[in-house]
């Protein structure tokens, strides 16, 4: 009677530990899956495309202000200054040395561009006081020449100052030519312009 009471329990207990190991397996694996899963899917396309975008977008205002040259500024200047009652505008005469000179090499003419740049002012009124010119910028076709370093100015009375300028490049006679001349007055820098000068030639 005795080994008759203690079998039922005997089967009942192993029934239970079987039924309890797969769901035990089940649960820790499930969870493994579940939190992977979003990581990889949602993560990695968010960091592609904010890596893709944000640097056109940054690089497009960097370039565009270098479009726009120095020179094209320079030639949209005014072609007469007023300051207080006086007028002042450029007066300019451009000439080839073509006289029979012989020239750096020793085989033929020097024939190289001069130049008389003259800022006055009109109705015979005297220039302000404390101009200081230091930089002419001359274009022709495409072509520049820039002096900036020991420039001869000559004063004409109190009506005009006069640029010299010598031995330039050898650009073609009858070419027009475009003139601008920078200086300072009062602390303020100051552009002005002439336009389509036509450069002669001297014998």
């Given at each position: 009677m005795m080994k008759l009471k203690y079998a039922p329990l005997l089967v009942g207990s192993l029934l239970l530990a079987a039924c309890s190991e797969p769901e035990k397996t089940d649960e820790a694996t499930q969870p493994d899956t579940e939190v992977q899963a979003p990581v990889t899917e949602g993560d990695a396309p968010e960091a592609e495309t904010a890596g893709s975008v944000e640097p056109e977008q940054e690089a497009e205002p960097d370039s565009e202000p270098g479009k726009v040259p120095l020179a094209t500024d320079i030639w949209q200047s005014p072609t007469e200054l007023t300051f207080e009652d006086t007028t002042v505008s450029l007066s300019s005469d451009l000439w080839l040395n073509s006289m029979p000179l012989i020239g750096d090499d020793?085989?033929?003419?020097?024939?190289?561009?001069?130049?008389?740049?003259?800022?006055?002012?009109?109705?015979?009124?005297?220039?302000?006081?404390?101009?200081?010119?230091?930089?002419?910028?001359?274009?022709?076709?495409?072509?520049?020449?820039?002096?900036?370093?020991?420039?001869?100015?000559?004063?004409?009375?109190?009506?005009?100052?006069?640029?010299?300028?010598?031995?330039?490049?050898?650009?073609?006679?009858?070419?027009?030519v475009d003139i601008a001349v920078i200086f300072l007055l009062g602390g303020a820098e100051h552009i002005i312009v002439q336009h389509d000068v036509e450069l002669g030639e001297a014998f």
């Open positions: 020793g085989t033929k003419p020097s024939n190289r561009l001069h130049a008389s740049v003259k800022l006055q002012t009109s109705e015979m009124k005297t220039l302000p006081k404390g101009i200081d010119i230091f930089q002419v910028l001359l274009e022709s076709e495409g072509k520049q020449w820039l002096v900036k370093d020991n420039l001869e100015i000559r004063a004409e009375g109190e009506l005009t100052l006069e640029v010299v300028l010598r031995e330039g490049p050898e650009w073609a006679p009858g070419s027009r």
